[in-house]
């Protein structure tokens, strides 16, 4: 079974900067797709970044130039820097892992999610 743990959400003011961690467990790291979603209150859930086994990285329009995917294959870490944050991030930010088949436990997952809140 694969587990993720999402670290590093919490208060903020705008302008502010956070980083979000991922720590997964149960799969081959280092050939999964990464990525990292999130949920505002009343509001779907949506694809902020994310970031394929061979380190190619894709972003939402609406976080462009402000946050940045990344990962640590030796220490099974997905991150996410967020800067010049703004109340509109204001979300549960939740990490998920594809993991292909071929490899044990293939299939999606999800973490339980990490709450940001940027105020004005």
């Known amino acids: 079974q694969v587990q993720l743990v999402e670290s590093g959400g919490g208060l903020v003011q705008a302008g502010g900067s956070l980083r979000l961690s991922c720590v997964a467990s149960?799969?081959?790291?280092?050939?999964?797709?990464m990525a990292w979603y999130r949920q505002a209150a009343g509001k779907q859930r949506e694809l902020v970044a994310t970031?394929?086994?061979?380190?190619?990285?894709s972003l939402a329009d609406s976080v462009k130039g402000r946050f940045t995917i990344s990962r640590t294959n030796a220490k099974n870490t997905v991150y996410l820097q967020m800067n010049s944050l703004k109340p509109e991030d204001t979300a549960v930010y939740y990490c998920?892992?594809?993991?292909?088949?071929?490899?044990?436990?293939?299939?999606?997952?999800w973490g339980q999610g990490t709450q940001v809140t940027v105020s004005s």
């Open positions: 998920k892992a594809d993991v292909p088949p071929g490899f044990p436990n293939p299939g999606n997952y």
């Open positions: 149960g799969s081959v790291f280092r050939r999964n797709t």
């Open positions: 970031i394929t086994s061979d380190g190619s990285t």
